[in-house]
């Protein structure tokens, strides 16, 4: 069985609709949702005061200033909030796959992977895109012409994060119950992506590279947006829809070995 | 005083087995832990480059570390399940026990503690040392250890009575998140409060964070180390306005809770 993204019309609206009825299921307790994203921004900005303290005390880390640090964050905050807003279910997928709840999808016609994905969103996300934004425009680095390549940016960083999400949750296929481990993993990704780049060298740098993209969500896309470089964007651009096949790749692979779960259940 | 004691050991003692039996959560932690020391001793090794703004060498600011983080690594994260029991109505089982519920919690916690304080201080221990090949004085660990092993039973507690804001909010992770970042901040996690401005410092006297976290770490720190007499009265006084808090929480959750069906 072959489940892939294609750019099919009746995909689209199912996406949209997807999309629509999380949205609308997560705004309906309105209180509940203004205070994810209200407290999500206040959590970024008080972990940031960390860096603005350290730094007002050393203004040069390696030649990174605390604007650099700022679009960093920016960015690794927006790109993560985008993944978590329009693909929350990856933060369940290592759950829902060791519990044998991928039957219900499995005999829908939308593809498992997709329909699993946009199965929830996760509120507090539209507060990480908000200050994620708000730590670019802070940072006076990013001019209105870079706009579009902020855009690229912050997509590649989601899509990326998302594609990390999926490999790591997927080894449930084979590991059984490791939605712990794979969340853990996952947030290993998103503290090094928080530090700045030259902190990292040797083999490190090239793990973060490869296995723990940190810099595919972090380093590569703030110096995208930073120097406007189209080579940059191009490599950016590849990596996270490389991610996102292989990502793809080991789930189609894992639920080949897909043993149901013989439950009876809906998704809503 | 004996079968209470008794009693509560033994939801301590059940919890530390469970624990034991599934030590997943725990080794993520000790990965984490070792990522988190090796990455703040390169920022330290370029902070050093740069010019240290305070007194202080690169590699006591790593021990100090290895102590904030083995500390709040090692309180169990006890909100994520109570939040869950309270979500799903398997509060109302617990509430029947022939126990105080708060008590029964946090014996509970101070069960995982003992499990996981001494896995997470080895790794603390170990990373620190790799990471600056050198080792504080022995007298550093004889202080360390016991407040910082108490400090942790106050962070549980602290848990526990997020855990309870449940009972209110439902979902009590935004919460926590802002209360994380608070303790990370005026505790003093990464950095020593010396470092931050002058009114942070001055907020941070006024809340129970560098008592639990910067005030034990800092007797790794050759300069500045808090008076032990000092952090063991301040110390004894959070965990009991805590308790008391706590305390408070729970009165109020149970008499405004209805349960519905069985």
Not at chain 1, 123 to 146: K, M, P, Q, T, Y
Not at chain 1, 185 to 200: I, S
Not at chain 2, 234 to 242: F, K, M
């Amino acid at each position: 069985m072959r489940h892939r993204f294609g750019p099919d019309a009746r995909l689209a609206g199912f996406t949209r609709a997807l999309m629509a009825t999380n949205l609308k299921a997560a705004i309906m307790l309105r209180g509940a949702f203004a205070l994810q994203v209200l407290f999500m921004a206040l959590n970024n900005a008080t972990f940031f005061v960390f860096w603005w303290a350290l730094m007002q005390r050393v203004p040069s880390l390696r030649g990174w200033q605390l604007g650099d640090i700022e679009v960093l964050f920016g960015v690794v905050a927006a790109g993560f909030g985008l993944a978590v807003t329009l693909a929350g279910g990856v933060w369940e997928l290592g759950r829902i796959i060791d519990g044998g709840e991928l039957d219900t999808l499995l005999v829908q016609p939308p593809p498992v992977l997709l329909h699993a994905l946009g199965l929830r969103l996760k509120a507090s996300g539209f507060g990480d895109v908000l200050s994620g934004l708000a730590f670019i425009a802070l940072s006076n680095r990013v001019g209105w012409r870079a706009a579009p390549l902020l855009v690229l940016a912050v997509a590649a960083s989601a899509v990326t994060f998302v594609a990390c999400g999926i490999v790591f949750s997927s080894l449930a296929f084979w590991l059984g119950r490791i939605d712990t481990a794979a969340r853990q993993l996952w947030e290993l990704v998103v503290t090094f992506a928080l530090y700045p780049e030259p902190l990292f060298g040797g083999a490190m740098r090239l793990v973060l590279f490869t296995v723990l993209p940190a810099g595919f969500v972090g380093y590569l896309p703030a110096r995208v947006v930073q120097t406007r470089s189209l080579e940059a964007a191009l490599l950016l651009a590849a990596a996270a829809a490389g991610y996102l096949a292989i990502a793809v790749g080991v789930f189609n692979r894992g639920l080949r070995r897909y043993a149901s779960g013989s439950r009876f259940g809906t998704f809503g | 005083m004996t079968r209470t004691i008794v009693r509560y050991g033994a939801f301590a003692r059940a919890a530390a087995a469970q624990a034991r039996r599934e030590p997943g959560e725990l080794y993520g932690r000790v990965v984490f832990f070792a990522v988190i020391l090796g990455v703040f001793s390169s920022l330290w090794r370029a902070i050093a480059e740069a010019g240290m703004p305070i007194a202080a060498d690169p590699r006591e600011l790593v021990w100090y570390l290895a102590a904030t983080e083995w500390i709040l690594l090692s309180a169990p994260p006890l909100h994520v399940e109570l939040q869950e029991a309270i979500r799903a109505g398997d509060i109302a089982c617990r509430l029947a026990r022939p126990v105080s519920f708060v008590g029964a919690a946090f014996a509970e916690g101070l069960g995982l503690l003992a499990v996981r304080a001494p896995v997470l201080g080895a790794t603390a221990f170990a990373c620190a040392w790799a990471f600056t090949a050198r080792v504080p004085p022995p007298g550093a660990f004889l202080r360390v250890v016991p407040f910082g092993l108490a400090a942790a039973a106050v962070i549980t507690a602290l848990y526990l009575g997020i855990g309870l804001l449940a009972f209110w909010l439902q979902d009590v992770a935004p919460v926590f998140w802002v209360w994380q970042k608070l303790l990370f901040v005026l505790g003093g996690l990464m950095l020593p409060l010396q470092v931050y401005p002058a009114f942070i410092r001055r907020a941070a006297a006024f809340t129970p964070f560098p008592t639990v976290l910067a005030d034990p770490a800092s007797f790794m720190l050759r300069a500045g180390g808090t008076d032990a007499a000092t952090l063991a009265v301040t110390l004894a006084l959070w965990g009991a306005a805590t308790g008391a808090g706590v305390q408070w929480l729970f009165r109020r959750a149970a008499a405004a809770l209805t349960v519905n069906g069985g």
